[in-house]
């Protein structure tokens, strides 16, 4: 056994891991959270291990069951594919500590079911920022899409009409995502990514060539709930088990943005999506407008939730649109911005998760002098809130920093002043939380529940990955030069 | 009201009968759907489906109870994790002994056969565990589906 292997082992331990809980967590729930607990643990310190041997020796290529790309599946572990991998399997460690403790409270019973899906979701994930080959990423993208549908609507009340809500969106995204392959097939007579890349600016077929990258990324935008097609995910994502929007929130819609930047980067190549200038600006105004609207339809939520949901919207177009900037500063605030936004969606979903564990519910009402009760998790969501807003020391500022200077550079004002507004509308959002929560009532007054105001903390297995992720938001805030540096630039394609 | 149930339960001499004596038939065809499936047309995962079906025309006409006396509920959660089992732990059994994930030539320094016999027998020990996955969850689909859930009054 060498050290070859690993990023697969990444990979498999997670999904042995389902496997075994599936088993022997119906027989004793005892066995659960030491088996999640471990093999995301091996996963984390195999990630880390595989992100240092890539940016030392630079990008790894391996071929699963030893037959030859472009006919047998290859695997790519580039930096930015690396990077995913951290982020994955840290994000996914951080949050199955909290998953661990509201499961038990909301599940009890159902509990190794739920994490056999969880950790196949994982498992999946890995999968998914790993493989180079184009109907592999069509394959791990349903079995991702697929266990999520599963634990969106393992919830209660309305859960189970969000899920198949999500289902029928997250069908017509993949199909759309397949046909769009489907061409390329057609075209090329691959499906390796690398292979693509080279096979495409060869053939002068600019229409088919069009037609099969459109249907490949509004696939794709359905994934990620792209604004006009985000309608799915508000309700998927508030109604979902507690323990499973901790996971999911932060890391699907990432991912799928992730896949995006590897599809135009790595197999559609830029120069061919971004041929027509008028596509590439339509889509930065579009995202111009997902901004507002998300920022918007979040300032009209009752419930935090609920309104975190409408905030990724919001920041799925911050992305989108840094990509479709089509210049240095826009792609690196793009890829950053994955990065940070989850680790934030973490933190928030983290402080909803502990919340939702001591009082049941986070409408805003509920949340009147949440301060006196938990103050950590409390501060916790103000560190996690500031970076949301754009507060310098935390991770946000920096890559809205970068998002800002791309728009600037390619002359988009929109996209400028889209993201200048979003960020007030967040302070506005958050304060108001933030107020309510430290000074006890709404101006009203209409509502006078008895909240008691003792100090009910939430239990450790929530407070330590809360505290630490919020740690890590001013951490990776403060290392955003040699990431960038080490990993983002490198990414970054000749010519932009 | 005991019309209905006898309906339900196919409580019907020739259904029966036609059963009783398809079943074996189907299963060892499934059988051979599979042990055929890495160099002819069939597979690991038509032959579970087959498979799956035997079991589910028990449960069509002898009732639920008869099929799970046959694949117990317990027996049927192994084989569920079994056979992912089988395909990852072939995988990664390549791995220990020096090759790349799936790589079955490397099995050739556990049982030396030959580096393309194991090719060849590799993706054999993959569909066994493609069928046998394939078999239970169809099974256990059937069972949810046919039983709201509850495993154990339907169809």
């Not at chain 1, 940016?55 to 030893?66: D, K, M, P, R």
């Not at chain 1, 991702?144 to 209660?156: H, K």
């Not at chain 1, 177009?317 to 840094?322: D, F, L, S, T």
């Amino acid at each position: 056994m060498n050290a070859t292997n690993l990023h697969l082992f990444v990979l498999v331990v997670p999904l042995l891991s389902a496997l075994a809980i599936n088993l022997l967590g119906r027989r004793s729930r005892q066995w659960i959270a030491p088996m999640v607990l471990g093999s995301l643990a091996f996963s984390v310190f195999g990630s880390i291990i595989i992100m240092a041997r890539v940016i030392e020796h630079g990008t790894l290529s391996y071929t699963v069951g030893n037959w030859q790309p472009p006919y047998g599946i290859e695997l790519v572990v580039d930096p930015l594919s690396a990077l995913m991998m951290v982020l994955i399997s840290v994000v996914a460690l951080l949050a199955s500590f909290s998953s661990l403790k509201s499961v038990e409270q909301e599940l009890p019973g159902r509990e190794h079911l739920f994490f056999t899906l969880y950790m196949i979701l994982i498992a999946g994930l890995f999968g998914l920022v790993l493989t180079g080959d184009a109907f592999n990423l069509y394959v791990l993208l349903e079995i991702t899409s697929i266990t999520t549908y599963g634990l969106i609507a393992m919830g209660r009340g309305r859960a189970a009409l969000s899920s198949f809500n999500y289902i029928i969106m997250g069908s017509i995204g993949a199909c759309f995502y397949l046909l769009g392959i489907g061409y390329i097939y057609i075209l090329t007579g691959t499906l390796n990514m690398a292979d693509i890349a080279r096979i495409l600016p060869t053939l002068n077929a600019p229409v088919a060539t069009a037609t099969a990258i459109a249907f490949a990324l509004v696939g794709l935008w359905v994934k990620m709930a792209f604004f006009p097609l985000h309608s799915w995910l508000p309700n998927a994502y508030s109604q979902a088990p507690t323990g499973a929007g901790t996971m999911v929130a932060p890391l699907m819609t990432k991912v799928t943005v992730y896949l995006m930047v590897r599809v135009i980067l790595s197999m559609y190549t830029p120069a061919l999506v971004f041929t027509h200038e008028w596509i590439a600006q339509g889509v930065v105004w579009a995202s111009a407008l997902a901004i507002i609207c998300g920022s918007v339809l979040a300032l009209g939520q009752k419930d935090l939730r609920r309104m975190l949901t409408y905030i990724i919207v919001a920041e799925v177009g911050y992305m989108v649109g840094g990509i479709f900037l089509a210049n240095a500063n826009g792609l690196t605030g793009s890829i950053l911005h994955i990065v940070n936004d989850a680790l934030m969606t973490l933190c928030l979903f983290l402080v909803v998760a502990a919340i939702i564990y001591r009082q049941g519910s986070v409408s805003l009402v509920s949340l009147q002098g949440v301060f006196r009760r938990m103050p950590i998790t409390m501060a916790a969501f103000t560190l996690g809130a500031f970076a949301m807003i754009g507060v310098p020391p935390t991770c946000g500022f920096f890559s809205k920093w970068y998002l800002i200077l791309g728009g600037i550079d390619g002359g988009h004002w929109e996209f400028v002043i889209a993201l200048v507004a979003s960020s007030l509308i967040n302070a506005v959002l958050f304060f108001r939380i933030i107020e309510l929560a430290y000074f006890g009532s709404l101006q009203d007054g209409d509502h006078h529940e008895h909240l008691s105001t003792q100090r009910h903390e939430a239990p450790w297995w929530m407070l330590s990955p809360l505290v630490l992720t919020a740690v890590l938001l001013i951490v990776v805030g403060l290392s955003t030069g040699p990431l960038i540096n080490n990993v983002i630039r490198l990414m970054i394609p000749v010519g932009f | 009201m005991r019309d209905i149930h006898e309906h339900t339960a196919g409580e019907d001499l020739i259904i029966k009968t036609s059963v009783r004596l398809m079943v074996p038939f189907i299963q060892v065809f499934g059988l051979y759907v599979i042990v055929h499936g890495h160099y002819s047309p069939g597979g690991g995962f038509q032959g579970g489906v087959i498979l799956g079906a035997s079991f589910i025309l028990l449960a069509l006409a002898f009732g639920m109870k008869t099929s799970q006396e046959y694949m117990t509920v317990g027996v049927n959660a192994v084989l569920n994790n079994l056979g992912p089992a089988i395909f990852i732990g072939v995988g990664v059994l390549c791995t220990l002994f020096g090759g790349l994930f799936l790589d079955y030539s490397a099995l050739d320094k556990l049982i030396p056969l030959g580096p393309v016999e194991w090719r060849s027998f590799g993706i054999f020990l993959i569909e066994i565990g493609v069928g046998v996955a394939v078999m239970s969850i169809m099974v256990l689909l059937y069972w949810n589906l046919s039983s709201g859930g509850s495993m154990d009054e339907g169809l």
